[in-house]
T-cell receptor
Framework: SQQGEEDPQALSIQEGENATMNCSYK?????LQWYRQNSGRGLVHLIL?????REKHSGRLRVTLDTSKKSSSLLITASRAADTASYFC???????????FGAGTRLFVKA | DGGITQSPKYLFRKEGQNVTLSCEQN?????MYWYRQDPGQGLRLIYY???????QKGDIAEGYSVSREKKESFPLTVTSAQKNPTAFYLC???????????FGSGTQLSVL
């Protein structure tokens, strides 16, 4: 079962543009996280937002959370070619011991 | 440096063979996880362990087995019962439920 579903599945933009990815989930959560994965590598944690938070920033990343709509968005500003990767949202379930991932958004930033 | 080490990076399995993927962490984390990733897909949970000598099935546990005899180690065995084992396998751990996961660099398993 997948708790989170990302949208779009793939995104291609020019360097310098902003990239927005969305995530929807099905059940109540305590936290929502975003991860990045370069091809053939492990995932790297980007940011965690708790259910009582609405927005969080980290460098060029901005995450929002709308628990009433069960959705989150990840905004990468002023994108760079090095941002090319897959981005996944993840939510906790069953007491947080089962971190469940969505299918991911593949971002391609053209130089 | 603290982290999670997965080995080998590439593994080939012959039909009918069991193979074991290694995952070791020196982060002193209690909880450890195994995920399977198919090309262009998200991560699916195979097994997870909250503490030593305890583990639970995830969403796709059939054809896999695990053990957790030590806090640092959580090996995954892909048995001959797993008919479609070709995938990228990722091990992860974290400090507390719901907190960020730390991932290993993965093992690519292929069938000969």
């Amino acid at each position: 079962s997948q708790q989170g579903e990302e949208d779009p599945q793939a995104l291609s933009i020019q360097e310098g543009e902003n990239a927005t990815m969305n995530c929807s989930y099905k059940t109540s959560i305590n936290n929502l996280q975003w991860y990045r994965q370069n091809s053939g590598r492990g995932l790297v944690h980007l940011i965690l937002i708790r259910s009582n938070e609405r927005e969080k920033h980290s460098g060029r990343l901005r995450v929002t959370l709308d628990t009433s709509k069960k959705s989150s968005s990840l905004l990468i500003t002023a994108s760079r070619a090095a941002d090319t990767a897959s981005y996944f949202c993840a939510t906790d379930g069953a007491g947080g011991f089962k971190t469940i991932f969505g299918a991911g958004t593949r971002l391609f930033v053209k130089a | 440096d603290g982290g999670i080490t997965q080995s080998p990076k590439y593994l080939f399995r012959k039909e009918g063979q069991n193979v074991t993927l290694s995952c070791e962490q020196n982060l002193n984390h209690d909880a450890m996880y195994w995920y399977r990733q198919d090309p262009g897909q998200g991560l699916r949970l195979i097994y997870y362990s909250q503490i030593v000598n305890d583990f639970q099935k995830g969403d796709i546990a059939e054809g896999y087995s695990v053990s957790r005899e030590k806090k640092e180690s959580f090996p995954l065995t892909v048995t001959s019962a797993q008919k479609n084992p070709t995938a990228f396998y990722l091990c992860a751990s974290h400090t507390r439920p719901g907190e960020k996961l730390f991932f290993g660099s993965g093992t690519q398993l292929s069938v000969l």
